[in-house]
């Protein structure tokens, strides 16, 4: 009887060191990710541009000019602002944007009414870059608020994305109330 009940605590001692090591590698294997390349530890933007990729081409920071009164409304225009990158090893030209929120879209640049990426290339879009405009808007649209525009490339082809209004670049003032007293 003896022999029995030793063996049982030895099962339960092995059992017990088997749980032990069980939880410290729980513990150390959920630590692996708390160093600095942890999702965390990078920081966005409140309102990020929409990104695509199409081909050789891809878009980034997508995104509407923030409107000076605050809201884009029906019959307003607004400048729409992203960077294209070309990978390839050939030209290509952005021919054609469209969006579910304007009537049309103008583009305007050193080419006329379709813009050139070379290869190995970039284009900005914002400031003294080339205009893509959205011409006629049919709806009230705000900061943060996305609409569907679609880009047409020449060699390409097409592809639709989520484009947001872009947030204030500064703080905007805000209104302090005075008691009447």
């Known amino acids: 009887m003896r022999r029995r009940i ?3 605590r030895g099962m339960s001692t092995r059992s017990a060191l088997l ?3 069980g939880v410290a590698a729980t513990v150390l294997a959920s630590g692996c990710a708390a160093g600095q390349i942890a999702q965390t ?3 966005q933007p409140g309102v990020p541009g929409a990104q695509a990729t199409l081909g050789n081409i891809q878009l980034h920071n997508v995104s509407i000019a923030y409107p000076n ?4 409304q029906p019959g307003s225009m ?3 602002n992203f960077v294209v990158v070309n990978d390839g090893k050939q030209a290509d030209h952005l021919v054609g944007v469209s969006a579910g929120a304007a009537k049309s879209v103008r583009i305007s640049g ?3 009414n379709r ?3 070379g290869p190995q290339s970039s284009v900005n879009a914002y400031g003294d870059g080339p205009k893509v405009q959205l011409v006629n808007m049919v709806r009230q649209l705000r900061s943060s608020e996305r609409t569907t525009v679609t880009f047409r490339f020449d060699r390409a082809g097409e592809v639709s994305v ?3 209004v872009a947030p204030a670049s500064t703080v905007l003032p805000t209104t302090h109330l005075v008691p009447k007293g």
């Open 110 to 112: 050193p080419d006329g």
């Open 78 to 80: 607004g400048r729409l």
């Open 19 to 21: 749980a032990s090591v």
């Open 41 to 43: 530890a990078e920081e």
């Open 6 to 8: 030793s063996q049982h």
């Open 162 to 164: 989520k484009v947001p």
């Open 115 to 117: 813009i050139q990426v």
């Open 69 to 72: 009164s605050g809201s884009y």
